[in-house]
């Protein structure tokens, strides 16, 4: 079945099975091997992307539902030689070990911090509504969908206090 | 994944009469559960009917000074919308307490009220379900599952509704509009939308064959208090092990059944003036625990005392 969209600012079109997850078009078909593939089943993270500036799952929806979409992934994040913000933020502050986790980490944090621009409320927040203050309490509630085998949560947190100008 | 077909019809006339029309068929919205039970085969459907798109995606105010959540409404959309965290918290807490921040951007309120059951057993196909093939047997009854039902389960069936914003819905009352291909529109009061599992547990809701939830209505917010609390098995993105949604004078258990569980003892019980703590356990009397899931009852206890104390259910309203 035919699907476009645009992804990392490029038009991409692709013939899918109907079956085939955004995933696995973006790491099979499209050659990005940045999203990975952790569960398979929505819990881990590891596959995140943003989709019209939204963080989602790639595991759980299907590509061919896409159409017409902008899809973000980690390839798409630096501009040339300079890094996003939240990559470099999470070199500075050594947010990870293995790394598996990373792409998903970083890509679910730019989604999380835009949300919170937004105004959306977490279950960390007191006040349902008052304005967002991003606490470290409120940024482990609203990362809870990214799991770090390695642990190296207390890095992740300081990298997003840091890319959120929080820190 | 069993191979399927996929279209997506522009207008909800068309989609209603494609899964009416074509066997095996079923409507697509998120799909954060759908797609992952075909991955497991648990869920084998021949052709997928994408109504994301359609346009059911708008909160509107209601002339009777309630809301309507269009069924494709995300679960993000609703509990940032400035109304609900205003006037229904319990709502907005309900579906914060639930999933994780990429799976709420996908998951809507209609797919929502229909996810299946987390029951291991459900999820494990090399044991007998009554859920995934009628009449093979349970293997949750006398299995090692503790997070199973203390009311109203059967001899078939022992599963709980995983659903938090359903818990909140039923202590608001709300009702769910639906469509069939037939043109027929109908009303459903949420607290009677999900079943007992009796002998039937796959069968889970009163829609009909190619019947479309097409929104959710929240009546005005009720007098007095609301909250919704939540316990479980980590801090963050797990499914509950039991919960408690208040709204005014109405209560509603989380994970304690096969359906979101209104406490009308507990109810009764405040009506004629009884505390939290007395009102939880007029409910709790009727509970049947099977020896795994014993702790619930304490849990429930507890956890229904403290949110009827804050929200000061019990003091005469």
């Known amino acids: ?167 | 994944m069993k191979a399927f077909t996929y279209e997506r019809p522009g207008d909800v006339a068309t989609a209603l009469a494609l899964v009416a029309e074509i066997p095996g068929a079923r409507f697509l919205a998120g799909g954060t559960n759908l797609v992952d039970l075909m991955k497991l085969r648990i869920e084998q459907p021949t052709h997928l009917v994408d109504v994301s798109r359609l346009p059911l995606a708008e909160i509107e105010d209601t002339p009777e000074g309630g809301l309507r959540l269009g069924a494709m409404t995300t679960n993000s959309q609703v509990a940032a919308d400035a109304r609900v965290r205003a006037r229904y918290p319990a709502l907005a807490q309900a579906i914060l307490s639930g999933a994780s921040g990429q799976l709420r951007n996908k998951a809507t309120t209609a797919g929502n009220l229909l996810q299946r059951t987390r029951c291991p057993y459900f999820y494990d196909t090399s044991k007998p379900c009554n859920k995934r093939a009628p009449g093979a047997g349970c293997a949750a009854i006398g299995g090692i599952s503790s997070n199973t039902a203390i009311f109203g389960a059967s001899d078939a069936c022992i599963a709980t509704h995983p659903s938090d914003m359903a818990v909140a819905l039923t202590a608001l009352d709300a009702k769910v509009e639906t469509q069939s291909g037939a043109g027929e529109a109908r009303v459903l009061a949420l607290e009677g939308f999900h079943r007992l599992p009796g002998d039937t547990p796959h069968v889970e809701t009163e829609l009909r064959p190619a019947e479309m939830i097409t929104a959710v209505v929240l009546p005005p917010p009720p007098p007095g208090g609301q909250i919704y609390r939540k316990a479980r098995e980590r801090a963050s993105y797990a499914f509950a092990i039991g919960s408690v949604a208040v709204a005014g004078g109405r209560v509603a258990l989380g994970a304690v059944a096969h359906k979101p569980w209104r406490a009308e003892a507990a109810e009764l019980a405040l009506e004629q003036g009884a505390s939290p703590a007395e009102a939880m356990d007029a409910e709790l009397r009727a509970a049947r625990p099977d020896g795994h899931n014993d702790y619930k009852l304490k849990l429930m206890a507890r956890l229904g005392a403290a949110c009827l104390t804050t929200t000061g259910a019990g003091d005469g309203q």
């Not at chain 1, 991409?12 to 569960?39: H, I, M, Q, V, W």
């Not at chain 1, 019209?52 to 980690?74: F, M, P, Y």
């Open chain 1, 1 to 167: 079945m035919k699907t476009s969209f645009t992804l990392n600012g490029q038009a991409a079109s692709l013939d899918l099975d109907p079956r085939t997850t955004l995933l696995d078009a973006l790491r099979e078909r499209l050659d990005l091997k940045g999203s990975k593939k952790g569960c398979d089943h929505g819990q881990c993270g590891a596959c995140t992307v943003l989709v019209n500036g939204r963080r989602i799952n790639a595991c759980l929806s299907l590509a061919v539902t896409h159409e017409g979409d902008e899809i973000t992934t980690i390839e798409g994040l630096a501009q040339d030689e300079t890094l996003h913000p939240v990559q470099a933020a999470f070199l500075a502050q050594d947010a990870f070990q293995c790394g598996y986790c990373t792409p998903g980490q970083i890509c679910s944090t730019i989604g999380m911090l835009k949300e919170a621009a937004d105004g959306w409320a977490s279950l960390a927040t007191e006040d349902l509504t008052a304005d967002i203050v991003l606490t470290d309490e409120e940024i482990r509630e609203r990362m809870s969908g990214n799991l770090c085998r390695c642990s190296a949560y207390p890095q992740i947190l300081a990298a997003i206090r840091t890319a959120g100008g929080l820190a």
